[in-house]
């Protein structure tokens, strides 16, 4: 619960000590390892072991939208594309109306070439949610494939 609270109020260093020490305590803490995953991500740092906690999380919930989301946007920062789409995609097909994911599945469709569809969700991420943590960076997306 600390983890997550810290996470909420955008305390990411401190929010990462605490979910290292619960996986360390039990390193099948899915929450704690797909929530860590995250932040590595998030800030393109520690890629190998964001990879290894996404796919572990993934593993326990592989129906789980946040943990298809966390896992589609390591391949991402890993600049694996086409790995990242099947997971972005079953997060937004799961939670069509989450900006967050439709952001990160606009940026694979872009990576992978498909300009219409990467613009269309960066567009539809908007349209959901026009002032939402990442949305400066999907206006700069947009505008860079204008």
Do not use: C, W
């Amino acid at each position: 619960m600390i983890a997550l609270m810290l996470h909420s109020q955008e305390k990411y260093p401190e929010a990462k000590q605490v979910y290292q020490r619960i996986l360390a305590i039990d390193p099948r803490a899915v929450v704690a390892a797909n929530n860590l995953a995250y932040l590595y991500a998030d800030e393109g740092e520690n890629l190998d072991e964001a990879l290894s906690l996404a796919q572990s999380a993934k593993s326990a919930r592989p129906h789980d939208a946040d943990v298809n989301d966390t896992l589609g946007l390591v391949y991402l920062r890993r600049d694996l594309p086409a790995l990242a789409k099947e997971p972005l995609e079953q997060s937004v097909k799961a939670k069509p109306r989450n900006a967050l994911y439709q952001y990160h599945l606009g940026l694979t469709y872009l990576k992978l070439g498909d300009t219409a569809k990467g613009r269309a969700a960066l567009e539809r991420a908007l349209e959901l949610e026009p002032s939402f943590a990442k949305a400066a960076e999907v206006r700069k997306a947009l505008a860079e494939v204008r």
